[in-house]
């Protein structure tokens, strides 16, 4: 709790902390028991650039003590009629394949695939596709062996 600087809400009730720390609160009582397998669904979301740093710093410390992370939404598969490499890079995504007409980005959970869409829109880009979807087992195979 202190290390995520949320020993202040430990006699609180969940609701009535921020988004930002009922995610933290949320990843504290997951990783209590020291499991080996730990299922992450948006772990970042409602969390601001620094408080995301901690949490990807944390789960970095898990995998390198061996810890098996399977995460939820990380993929965003896109096809517009309009080039959308600067905008995705703008957002802070990154592209896993790409081919003629569709693109497929590495994502952070649904809260940045929302923010990338109405980026989209807000320049008057209409996406034909664009579907958010978790990663196959081969892709998490692929990303596990590559370690």
């Known amino acids: 709790?202190?290390?995520?600087?949320?020993?202040?809400?430990?006699?609180?009730?969940?609701?009535?902390?921020?988004?930002?720390?009922?995610?933290?609160?949320?990843?504290?009582?997951?990783?209590?028991?020291?499991?080996?397998l730990i299922v992450l669904d948006e772990p970042f979301s409602g969390l601001d650039p620094?408080?995301?740093?901690?949490?990807?710093?944390?789960?970095?410390?898990?995998?390198?003590e061996k810890k098996y992370i399977v995460y939820g939404h990380t993929n965003l598969a896109v096809r517009t009629a309009q080039d959308i490499s600067a905008l995705a890079k703008e957002c802070g995504m990154s592209?896993?394949?790409?081919?003629?007409?569709?693109?497929?980005?590495?994502?952070i959970g649904d809260d940045m695939a929302d923010a990338f869409l109405s980026r989209l829109v807000g320049a008057g880009i209409y996406p034909?596709?664009?579907?958010?979807?978790?990663?196959?087992l081969h892709e998490i195979f692929i990303e596990k062996a590559g370690e």
């Open 1 to 36: 709790m202190d290390r995520l600087g949320v020993s202040e809400y430990k006699d609180m009730v969940a609701e009535k902390v921020s988004k930002g720390n009922q995610q933290k609160i949320q990843l504290i009582a997951a990783l209590i028991h020291n499991p080996e």
């Open 95 to 107: 592209v896993i394949t790409q081919h003629a007409d569709e693109v497929e980005f590495s994502i």
């Open 128 to 136: 034909i596709k664009y579907e958010i979807r978790e990663p196959s």
């Open 50 to 64: 620094i408080n995301t740093e901690m949490m990807s710093t944390l789960i970095s410390e898990l995998v390198d």
